[in-house]
């Protein structure tokens, strides 16, 4: 049995027409399924191809269990030919899961025959759920004249659209705002943002300002650089932080963690696998990305496959219709209250 993984890729700047491409790296072979003109530019959808070395087992939902390991071969190979394409290019590029973001090649009737008895790959997209901070207009341009430079750091870590250049970016605000370096910022970040309503933990902060820090900026640590795909599930807490870092440290470019109350959110993004925790009454906008159920890629909703090779078995993926959890949101009178579940 082989395991197929989908992805789309997409440039900026674009090429003048979409075109295919191929690629083998040991096992895996990565080839061009098609390619169309979406109103942005050309994309590509591609897919990985790779031998399992046994038959998958089943979760507790009949669902098959692909193997992580072979998974994470094909999604390296697919990352790698989009690299390298971006590189020819001289474009940033863009990788994303269209639907169905996985399928299974059956090569003898037996492993079809399992296959067609399970309940299928699982089709329910991870959810990335975190709220627009809703700052007001007002307080950002009459309260914040010793911090000006706060402000323009967090516009310039907001304009980032990837996610290691953001989190980057926003680490620079954090070492304004304390006068050291991200090395050595950590016990004060940690001090400021744990006195606070929003919910921060110590071994979060350290996460951030640690390890991810560290490689994330430098690429010759081990166990080597980390990734946008890595960064993603954290960044909006980050960015949270951050607004909460510039708006209520009470003293500006100094090592000091006393805190003032200019500004306290009235919905608070979770961490990974969190509950996201709004205000009774407020009208926040909630934000909702899509990922494919192995949390690596964002879905592309453009990117459903409406025929596909004879030989793929995608069992439910295959209709092209998602599976969502409804998730429960803690509902506060203010923060700090204990609140109640709701769906």
């Given at each position: 049995m082989r395991l197929v993984r989908t992805a789309v890729l997409s440039f900026t700047p674009s090429w003048r027409e979409p075109r295919g491409w191929k690629a083998k790296y040991g096992e895996v072979e990565v080839d061009t399924l098609y390619s169309w003109r979406h109103e942005t530019g050309p994309r590509d959808l591609i897919f990985a191809t790779i031998p399992l070395k046994a038959l998958p087992g089943l979760d507790a939902n009949g669902y098959v269990d692909l193997p992580r390991v072979e998974r994470e071969t094909a999604e390296w190979a697919l990352t790698t030919i989009c690299d390298a394409l971006a590189v020819h290019l001289g474009a940033a590029r863009t990788i994303s899961s269209p639907i169905p973001w996985a399928a299974l090649i059956p090569d003898s009737s037996e492993e079809r025959a399992f296959l067609n008895a399970s309940t299928g790959i699982d089709p329910s997209p991870k959810e990335a759920?975190?709220?627009?901070?809703?700052?007001?207009?007002?307080?950002?341009?009459?309260?914040?004249?010793?911090?000006?430079?706060?402000?323009?750091?967090?516009?310039?870590?907001?304009?980032?659209?990837?996610?290691?250049?953001?989190?980057?970016?926003?680490?620079?605000?954090?070492?304004?705002?304390?006068?050291?370096?991200a090395a050595h910022v950590g016990s004060l970040l940690c001090d400021f943002l744990c006195s606070g309503p929003v919910g921060f933990q110590r071994d979060e902060i350290d996460g951030w300002v640690g390890d991810l820090r560290n490689r994330a900026v430098h690429a010759n640590r081990k166990p080597g650089p980390v990734f946008g795909r890595t960064i993603r599930p954290l960044l909006r807490r980050v960015e949270l932080a951050a607004y909460d870092t510039l708006l209520n440290k009470s003293v500006w470019h100094a090592k000091s963690s006393q805190r003032r109350s200019l500004w306290v959110p009235t919905a608070i993004t979770p961490p990974p696998g969190g509950r996201p925790v709004v205000q009774v009454g407020s009208r926040d906008t909630m934000e909702c990305q899509l990922l494919d159920s192995f949390g690596v890629f964002p879905l592309d909703l453009t990117g459903k496959l409406d025929s596909l090779p004879d030989e793929w078995w995608t069992g439910s993926q295959g209709t092209g219709q998602l599976s969502l959890a409804v998730h429960s949101i803690e509902v506060r009178r203010a923060l700090g209250d204990p609140g109640e579940s709701q769906a």
């Open positions: 759920m975190s709220f627009a901070p809703g700052v007001p207009l007002e307080t950002l341009l009459s309260t914040l004249e010793d911090r000006r430079d706060g402000v323009a750091l967090l516009a310039e870590a907001l304009a980032q659209q990837h996610p290691t250049g953001r989190f980057n970016d926003l680490m620079r605000v954090f070492e304004r705002a304390f006068a050291k370096n």
